[in-house]
Nanobody, 119 residues
Framework: QVQLVESGGGLVQAGGSLRLSCAAS????????MNWFRQAPGKEREFVAS????????NYADSVKGRFTISTDNSKSTVHLQMNSLKPEDTAVYSC????????????WGQGTQVTVSS
């Protein structure tokens, strides 16, 4: 079975850091872009960052640019999101998603991990 499993969420004070991980398994994701999305209560889900497995292509939402860094660990089939200088508005459920390079559909999703930033 195909699985994307997030981990690393938790409670942190404003200005602090957190490192999220997304472990991918069950299929060959070589032709997929890996993505992080987040959704806060009462708000729509928003794109956070994406990366290809080689790390040569990355994209970030303007709201996190300069603070968050997405990366891959190919040996462990894992994607990371290093979050620094966290703000209360970063509080959300963060989910990992995979999209085939030739598709517009995010076909695979993880269940998400909660990130809470206190002021």
């Amino acid at each position: 079975q195909v699985q994307l499993v997030e981990s690393g969420g938790g409670l942190v004070q404003a200005g602090g850091s957190l490192r999220l991980s997304c472990a991918a398994s069950g299929r060959d994701f070589s032709n997929y872009f890996m993505n992080w999305f987040r959704q806060a209560p009462g708000k729509e889900r928003e794109f956070v960052a994406s990366i290809n497995w080689s790390g040569s292509i990355t994209n970030y939402a303007d709201s996190v640019k300069g603070r968050f860094t997405i990366s891959t660990d190919n040996s462990k089939s894992t994607v990371h999101l290093q979050m620094n200088s966290l703000k209360p508005e970063d509080t959300a459920v963060y989910s990992c998603a995979a999209r085939n390079r030739y598709s517009v559909e995010y076909h695979y999703w993880g269940q998400g991990t909660q990130v809470t930033v206190s002021s």
